[in-house]
């Protein structure tokens, strides 16, 4: 079997887990998750940090993405494209975030502001990457859309080095996840009950 085949299982398994957490789950994680990452010396000395909206069941992001603005941070959010790649817009608080349908897929919440283009994210310190979990080695799972398979190599073909920053929930930090050639490491790993770090604080 190859790695692809082997990512869908792990996709629908991990989703059907998500699937049964109550809002209230999500809400409590979100705000651990903030605490925690809000402790990290990458976003703590951070200018601008490349973020995303959380949806649905993912880990919250929205607590920690208020409080990096509030420290006066420059949060970056992301605008879906038609193919699948992402322009990113600055965030400017609670209202400035509008609901965007993409086709027949999810609603997406994005930055209504100006559009920056997709090489902005290259001037980020950090980025925080969504995700279904992260093994021993820092590969993460994504949701296969490739969207942040683009982004990190924009990144690698700039030759910028930004802390690569996933958050997840407790559970979805394992052993193993399928991994193809262009998949990358990311650096380090929140969940509501800790961080794993794969490479130091640089």
Not at 142 to 158: F, I, K, N, P, W
């Amino acid at each position: 079997m190859g790695a692809e085949p082997d990512k869908r299982t792990s996709r629908r398994d991990l989703l059907a887990v998500r699937g049964g957490l109550t809002a209230a789950d999500v809400e409590a994680a979100g705000a651990e998750l903030a605490a925690r990452a809000l402790g990290l010396p990458e976003l703590a000395h951070a200018r601008t940090v490349a973020a995303y909206v959380s949806v649905g069941t993912e880990p919250g992001t929205r607590a920690l993405i208020d409080a990096l603005h509030a420290r006066g941070v420059r949060v970056l959010l992301p605008v879906l494209l038609p193919d699948n790649d992402l322009d990113w817009g600055a965030y400017a608080g609670a209202g400035s975030l509008m609901e965007v349908r993409h086709g027949g897929r999810m609603v997406l919440l994005e930055p209504s502001g100006d559009r920056l283009g997709a090489e902005a994210v290259t001037g980020a310190d950090a980025v925080l990457l969504p995700g279904l979990a992260v093994d021993d080695r820092g590969m993460r799972l994504g949701r296969g859309g490739g969207s942040y398979d683009r982004v990190l190599a924009r990144l690698e073909r700039s030759g910028v080095d930004p802390a690569l920053v996933v958050l997840l929930y407790d559970s979805e930090v394992v052993a193993r996840v399928p991994a193809e050639p262009h998949d990358r490491p990311v650096h380090a790993v929140v969940t509501p009950s800790g961080v794993r770090r794969f490479r130091g604080p640089s």
